[in-house]
């Protein structure tokens, strides 16, 4: 099975499962998304890679970051300031915890949606909304601006270069398996770090 074929079978469904991780468990330090995936994902919908149109893509994957953001509200919610206490683990870093409820406290309900453009702080922006007890109902209204906002911005980015220049299609077979290796190395860099640290 070719590259095309396998993004065609599963790319869709694996795209959307990362971007609800990246905010909604936990882990968003290690997870192949953010931009890269974003952008990619309407990339692949211009050169009929993506067996989805570009708004069908756009509507799954505004809904995906709502719902992961919502599942990192919960978590904030349920361990509130306990979560400063846990230790490090190759997954998870309390100064990154720290520096995104910092950047909170100095921006407070725009640290939402302008956080949602920084990748060490969109992990950790609705664990600390549920950690800081924001109103659920204002949390809703500004993560759902917020997504919007930020999938709009990256899958239509990707989406009109590959229309403007559809001779991308003959590279995907390189520029996707490229994407996900980039997107993997701070994984294996969290991962080592932990291992030689143990």
């Given at each position: 099975m070719?590259?095309?074929?396998?993004?065609?079978?599963?790319?869709?469904?694996?795209i959307a499962i990362?971007?609800?991780a990246e905010t909604g468990l936990l882990i968003g330090l290690v997870i192949p998304?953010?931009?890269?995936?974003?952008?990619?994902?309407?990339?692949?919908?211009?050169t009929d890679s993506l067996g989805v149109s570009?708004?069908?893509?756009?509507?799954?994957?505004i809904l995906a970051g709502i719902v992961g953001d919502t599942s990192g509200y919960f978590?904030?919610?349920?361990f509130g300031r306990k979560l400063y206490d846990k230790e490090d683990t190759w997954y998870f870093k309390k100064k990154y915890l720290h520096m995104a409820a910092d950047y909170f406290d100095k921006?407070?309900?725009?640290?939402?949606?302008?956080?949602?453009?920084?990748p060490i702080i969109r992990p950790f922006s609705p664990v600390i909304s549920g950690t800081t007890n924001m109103k659920f109902s204002v949390f809703m209204f500004l993560t759902i601006v917020a997504s919007i906002l930020y999938m709009s911005t990256y899958v239509l980015a990707g989406y009109f270069l590959?229309?403007?220049?559809?001779?991308?299609?003959?590279?995907?077979?390189?520029?996707v398996p490229i994407s996900i290796v980039v997107a993997l190395i701070p994984v294996f860099k969290?991962?080592?770090?932990?291992?030689s640290n143990a």
């Open positions: 070719d590259t095309t074929s396998i993004i065609e079978w599963g790319g869709f469904l694996i990362l971007i609800f998304g953010g931009e890269t995936l974003v952008f990619t994902a309407g990339l692949l919908v211009s570009v708004a069908i893509l756009l509507f799954s994957l978590i904030g919610k349920k921006h407070r309900k725009a640290a939402i949606i302008f956080g949602k453009y920084l590959g229309t403007q220049f559809p001779i991308i299609k003959e590279y995907l077979g390189w520029i969290q991962f080592r770090k932990a291992k």
